[in-house]
């Protein structure tokens, strides 16, 4: 064995990683981004928790509770005369509990149970408040929640995000090789030459890959709702549209990495730092309200971010076209494919 040689390769191979900006960046950079972004995303409380209060409580009792709960950095307290009202703004997406203080001493909450991460820092909050006003013995009821079970699961939270995950990575992943292989042998030059316009060339590649987009989403909501016995409340349709809108977005941004990269390897590099960020910034495995406010912008500009509000929405509250959260979605997703299929025409168009 000739040492000589071996680091002669050596050297060489590292002098042509430091001549690839991108294939440095991809080493260096992208794992360093990868752990910035897992610890600003996973495991923070959330804020900004609205939650209403209906105060009929003894006056000292209630002084020292809702002096607690005031001071909480996740809630922001706000007040109803009638639990009717409470509950109203629950049922309007407005509010996450409603913590009735009651003449007799006693604390009565009902929540929205849709996000059990949300769900744990109010009855935490909650508790810290009871232990300050009284050693921790108020008896407490929980009512039945307005939304969700009264003892959710995670993975009810957790599959409306991982079927966004799952339509969004796929879909751009399946439609990001669609150019690489025919610049390569030279298919996609004959197009062009045939007088073909850019723009009919990403409409025939959506057509073709919306037939295998429809049977993914289909496979996905069929195992979430048969194989894990995940609840669908609202319509099985809506929820279909909006990961089928989705997916089409989703094919946009892979026809953008597919008409930017020269090969195969590279796409899979372009692919890397969106799908990542799609994962930990869009609520999927944490809730959105738990992110720095700096961040909170970022994940809201996502188009996962919005689906998979939107699925929590259909899936466990059975909302419909009526919510924002619901019909925001599908104005997000249009909007961000319109935005790729404009860049993915003018890419292709400068390089043919």
Not at 30 to 46: E, K
Not at 167 to 185: K, P, Q, W, Y
Not at 265 to 281: G, R, T, W, Y
Not at 290 to 316: D, F, G, H, K, Y
Request: proline share 5%; with cysteine.
């Amino acid at each position: 064995m000739n040492f000589t040689r071996i680091y002669a390769i050596a050297a060489r191979k590292f002098a042509t990683l430091r001549r690839d900006k991108r294939m440095f960046g991809f080493i260096v950079i992208m794992p360093a981004l990868q752990i910035l972004l897992f610890g600003w995303a996973i495991g923070g409380a959330p804020t900004g928790i609205d939650v209403i209060v209906i105060d009929d409580g003894p006056p000292a009792q209630s002084a020292v509770m809702i002096g607690h709960l005031e001071g909480s950095e996740s809630l922001v307290i706000n007040y109803a005369t009638s639990v009717e009202s409470a509950h109203e703004s629950i049922e309007d997406g407005n509010a996450w509990a409603a913590i009735h203080l009651q003449s007799n001493g006693d604390i009565e909450l009902t929540m929205d149970n849709s996000n059990q991460q949300i769900s744990n820092v109010i009855m935490i909050e909650v508790r810290n408040a009871m232990q300050e006003a009284s050693g921790g013995q108020l008896p407490m009821s929980i009512s039945e929640p307005i939304y969700g079970e009264r003892d959710p699961s995670f993975i009810d939270f957790l599959a409306p995000g991982i079927m966004t995950l799952v339509c969004f990575m796929f879909s751009t992943i399946l439609t990001s090789m669609a150019f690489v292989g025919e610049r390569h042998d030279g298919t996609l030059d004959r197009i062009f030459a045939t007088g073909t316009k850019p723009m009919e060339v990403l409409f025939g590649h959506l057509t073709a890959f919306t037939l295998i987009l429809v049977g993914q989403v289909t496979v996905v909501i069929a195992i979430s709702a048969f194989g894990f016995d995940i609840p669908i409340v609202g319509s099985v349709l809506l929820l279909f549209a909006v990961c089928l809108l989705l997916g089409w977005a989703a094919m946009c941004l892979g026809l953008v990495v597919s008409s930017k990269a020269k090969s195969e390897f590279q796409a899979m590099q372009l692919n890397m730092p969106m799908l990542f960020p799609a994962l930990l910034l869009s609520g999927i495995l944490w809730p959105v309200q738990a992110l720095p406010n700096w961040l909170q912008p970022v994940s809201w500009a996502l188009p996962t971010t919005w689906t998979a509000e939107a699925c929590r929405s259909i899936m466990i509250r059975g909302w419909g076209l009526e919510s924002e959260s619901v019909w925001m979605a599908f104005i997000a997703n249009a909007l961000f494919a319109v935005i790729m299929l404009a860049i993915a025409c003018r890419t292709l168009k400068v390089k043919s």
